[in-house]
Structure formats: C-alpha cells, structure tokens
C-alpha cells in the first residue's frame, strides 16, 4: 500500500492548507484514517483521526481550527488546517489502519512520507 500526500508548504500564521492523503494498493477497506505531525525535537503526535464509522478524535491543541475528513471511494483522507499558528510548524505524516480483504482479521497500517508545514509569524 503506498500513500501519496500533497499540500504542504510555507503560510503566514492566519493562513490555511488543506493536506491530502491518497492510499492506493492492496485495499479492501480503510478502517482508522489520521494524521499525525513532528516538530524538530519533539515526538510524532495524533493531530486527528477518523474511523469508518465517522467517528473523529482531535488533539486539544488543533479543535476549532482543523477539520479531518475521508472520501471512501478515493481512499482519501484529507486535513483543512485553518488559523494556522507557528507551533503547527511540522511535518505531518498520514496513517492508514486498514484490512486487506474481507476474511482476513489482520488489520495492517501504513504510513505516508510526510510534507512539511511551515508557518511564519
């Protein structure tokens, strides 16, 4: 499975993106799809999620401001960033949790190469 994101780049704090995140290969279906980011010097964190039921987790730090959605059909997770602040600066990776085929229990996961996130002050 590979995934391909797009829409990184350099924005004035107050800006917006809007990340994507493509997922092709051997997928039956998508079961958690999110994105995670990583400044220099710190850990990978959760940004948000969203499962195949819809459900979504946000990190305190983003609510209000990002807004996580999926496209099923495309196996497609896309991140609108809005309000950007300086301490968003990151890379930011997808994540897919997703099965094989439909008899397989086996839940594999995958990750993108990420794309940087830069906001200037």
């Known amino acids: 499975v590979q995934l391909v994101e797009s829409g990184g780049g350099l924005v004035q704090a107050g800006g917006s993106l809007r990340l994507s995140c493509a997922a092709s290969?051997?997928?039956?279906?998508?079961?958690?799809a999110g994105w995670y980011r990583q400044a220099p010097g710190k850990q990978r964190e959760l940004v948000a999620d969203?499962?195949?039921?819809?459900?979504?987790n946000y990190a305190d730090s983003v609510k209000g401001r990002f807004t996580i959605s999926r496209d099923n059909a495309k196996n497609t997770v896309y991140l609108q960033m809005n309000t950007l602040k300086p301490e968003d600066t990151a890379v930011y990776y997808c994540?897919?949790?997703?099965?094989?085929?439909?008899?397989?229990?086996?839940?594999?996961?995958?990750w993108g190469q990420g794309t940087q996130v830069t906001v200037s002050s």
């Open positions: 969203i499962n195949s039921g819809g459900s979504i």
């Open positions: 290969g051997s997928i039956f279906s998508i079961d958690v």
């Open positions: 994540n897919v949790k997703y099965y094989r085929n439909s008899y397989e229990a086996t839940r594999y996961d995958s």
